[in-house]
């Protein structure tokens, strides 16, 4: 994708912070789930949008970064973070440009980034190096399975593939869980989502 796409990509996020709150007030309960046993450290929210699971999880004890290429959000994600009186990094970047520091991270979360395959075979395997060694990585998304609102077809994707493709990427990750997970909204059945939590191994 040219620089060009991705700038208009970037703008119509930043439009959409802009108009509305377009994050719930409280963290994702599966990332609440999936990480509450862990011993707090440093943690890296990829694409944290306003940021509100950045400050849940600073409120938690983890020190945090957070990363997304919407300076609206971002703006956002500041004023939420004074609210909670936590405090966190943030980092205004286009993932397809910016790498993250390898093996300096705890816990690298991705939440709902639902990328074209092309683009999320550069931008997992690149977070994925972030994660130090003993270190997790939770990945949670829109599984193939979901149906309704939501992203294209082409950008949802399995837990089990994407842990695969990120395994062949960097062999040191071992996936720990990789479920398909049905969350009750109303009538009909729901949001269909994948849940892939990976941790590095220790060297030596």
């Not at 060694?133 to 992203?151: A, E, F, N, T, Y």
């Amino acid at each position: 994708m040219n620089d060009t796409s991705r700038t208009g990509r970037r703008e119509l996020w930043d439009a959409r912070h802009r108009e509305r709150e377009i994050e719930s007030d409280g963290p994702d309960d599966t990332l609440v789930a999936q990480v509450s046993a862990l011993p707090p450290g440093r943690a890296l929210d990829v694409a944290c949008g306003s940021g509100t699971n950045a400050v849940w999880l600073a409120g938690a004890g983890w020190q945090v970064t957070g990363v997304d290429w919407s300076a609206v959000a971002l703006e956002k994600a500041r004023d939420r973070a004074a609210r909670a009186s936590v405090r966190a990094d943030w980092i205004e970047a286009d993932l397809l440009a910016w790498t993250p520091p390898p093996g300096t991270f705890d816990l690298v979360t991705v939440l709902y980034l639902h990328l074209v395959p092309d683009e999320r075979r550069i931008v997992y395997p690149a977070v994925a190096r972030a994660v130090a060694p003993g270190g997790h990585l939770l990945v949670i998304g829109h599984d193939r399975q979901h149906q309704g609102h939501g992203p294209d077809p082409e950008r949802l994707f399995t837990a089990a593939e994407l842990g695969t493709e990120i395994r062949e990427a960097l062999p040191g990750m071992v996936i720990e869980e990789a479920l398909v997970q049905r969350r009750v909204a109303g009538p009909g059945p729901g949001p269909v989502d994948a849940v892939l939590r990976m941790r590095r191994a220790q060297v030596g």
